[in-house]
């Protein structure tokens, strides 16, 4: 196949960006509901930013001590609406946008009636209430067999316990639910008329089978559910059809525009980083935050540890989850007394201290690599002499402990591995964690030196059909933080600790 090169883009780690006079069509308009955030913005062929044609509103989740973790998803429809209003409105851009690429965060669900509208809210992956039903679906099925056909262990941040969960304790909302669908699809429902889920949106939901991109009807069946009752399912690079011709005319720019498939934005994470093949492990760090390798094949095994989310019929996303990273430290910042001139990432750069008190940051629950949903944060060896920083310093490795233990398996499966990339809100606002990361990984770690990583990459899967002969742009990396050697001993005991606290605390 011919290519196209990609034309110089500023790479000066600050402004990885393109004038739109200078933009490569096709564009695309990305559209991403994150935890914290509904943003959009247009790409070039290139997957390079178009600058000025960008937006965001800010949202969050509705959460409570009982587990619940919920979101309005009319907000997030009106939110998105508001945003393709603002972003394509001008005429400069007649004729120029051929695609509409969806992602949002994994694992959401909303219960439609036969019309459509929500009749419930959205449940987040972050909601752990199902807990009682995650133990018993455990006790009747072998989740080791569970994992190998769908590429994702039992947990309460999938969808099996919650529905069971919703059938069980809500039974008169489960009887009116036509269809159960995720955030992505609602968004098209009620901005298209038409949705279909994304095979990775279908894969992050535990009840796909990994082999076939089928649902698995065996888990559906334990959990009360007909395949009837959910969205259809479609690669993501196959664009909706019948779309409600609505739709160009409130946005006359996106008349004859593909609008495809939602995807789930750990996908979009990975290949906005530079993560598109086994070579590249790109670690995120958000609100939540995962580490991920994009196979070019379908394993035949799955570690115990991590999960395995097909994406299309030759890739999947291998890797591991953790519910808290940027919400772990926002929980530092609201919680402990840090002294004025004093954050996080002075206190991530400073040197180890071996009386630093051993943190397991379980805030809600724990996903890679042991799976205990209802496990939370504990805090050990903390004395009198502790202060905020030494305790904000304990989460901190925490948090570079619990990535590590997922590296260690994703080395195990995925040997192949050169390069750690690092993206993501909190890499940007705390690059001190990433020396952090790198001493307990052992390995150096560089810095995607731009934002909105899982938007281009969102806008990079539309760009795989609307472009296909278009190299991709290389973007900003910035220095590679370094493993310091004489730091190695500290962290081994580090994770010894940790361990031993897991063993006697969480499992």
């Not at 760009?463 to 004489?486: D, F, I, M, N, S």
Request: charged residues 20%; negative net charge; hydrophobic residues 40%.
């Amino acid at each position: 196949m011919s290519t196209r090169p990609a034309p110089p883009r500023p790479q000066d780690g600050t402004s990885f960006s393109v004038e739109l006079a200078d933009a490569l069509d096709p564009l695309v308009l990305a559209l991403d509901v994150g935890s914290t955030a509904s943003r959009g913005g247009l790409h070039d062929a290139t997957g390079t930013p178009v600058r000025g044609y960008r937006h965001k509103i800010e949202h969050a989740f509705t959460t409570a001590g009982d587990g619940t973790s919920v979101l309005d998803p009319d907000r997030v429809v009106e939110e998105l609406a508001r945003i393709t209003d603002l972003v394509v409105a001008g005429p400069e851009l007649r004729g120029r946008v051929a695609g509409v690429a969806l992602d949002t965060f994994a694992s959401s669900l909303v219960g439609t009636g036969p019309d459509g509208a929500a009749l419930t809210p959205c449940y987040t992956y972050a909601d752990s209430r199902c807990a009682p039903q995650l133990a018993a679906l455990r006790a009747e099925l072998d989740e080791a067999e569970v994992q190998q056909r769908t590429g994702a262990r039992l947990h309460t941040s999938y969808l099996a316990p919650r529905l069971r969960w919703l059938r069980e304790e809500n039974p008169g909302t489960w009887g009116r639910v036509a269809r159960w669908v995720s955030l992505g699809e609602y968004v098209h429902l009620r901005l298209l008329g038409a949705a279909r889920a994304g095979t990775s949106t279908a894969a992050w939901t535990g009840l796909l089978d990994r082999r076939t991109g089928r649902w698995d009807e065996a888990l559906l069946a334990a959990c009360g559910l007909e395949p009837s009752a959910l969205g259809e399912l479609a690669d993501p690079q196959d664009p909706l059809l019948n779309v409600d011709p609505a739709v160009g005319r409130r946005w006359p720019n996106l008349a004859a525009a593909a609008w495809f498939p939602p995807v789930a934005d750990g996908l979009g994470a990975n290949l906005g980083s530079g993560g598109a093949d086994a070579a590249t492990t790109v670690v995120s760090l958000a609100t939540s935050g995962a580490a991920r390798v994009l196979l070019h094949e379908i394993p035949e095994e799955v570690p115990a540890g991590l999960w395995c989310y097909r994406v299309d019929a030759r890739r999947c996303l291998l890797g591991g989850a953790l519910n808290d990273v940027g919400r772990a430290l926002s929980w530092v910042q609201r919680t402990l007394a840090l002294p004025e001139g004093t954050d996080l990432d002075g206190i991530a750069r400073a040197e180890p201290s071996p009386g630093t008190p051993a943190v397991l940051p379980f805030l809600t629950g724990e996903r890679s690599t042991g799976w205990a949903g209802g496990a939370r944060a504990v805090l050990a060896g903390v004395t009198a002499d502790h202060d905020g920083p030494a305790l904000a310093r304990g989460v901190l490795e925490g948090i570079g402990v619990s990535y590590g233990r997922v590296a260690d398996e994703l080395a195990r499966a995925a040997p192949g591995a050169e390069r750690v990339v690092a993206s993501g809100r909190v890499a940007q606002e705390v690059p001190g964690l990433l020396q952090v990361l790198a001493d307990v990984l052992g390995a150096p770690v560089a810095r995607a030196d731009f934002k909105r990583a899982t938007l281009r990459g969102t806008a990079l899967l539309a760009l795989e059909t609307l472009a296909a002969g278009v190299v991709p742009a290389e973007p900003p990396y910035g220095p590679e933080h370094r493993p310091v050697p004489a730091r190695a001993e500290h962290y081994r005991g580090v994770r010894d600790r940790f361990e031993e606290l897991y063993a006697a605390l969480v499992r």
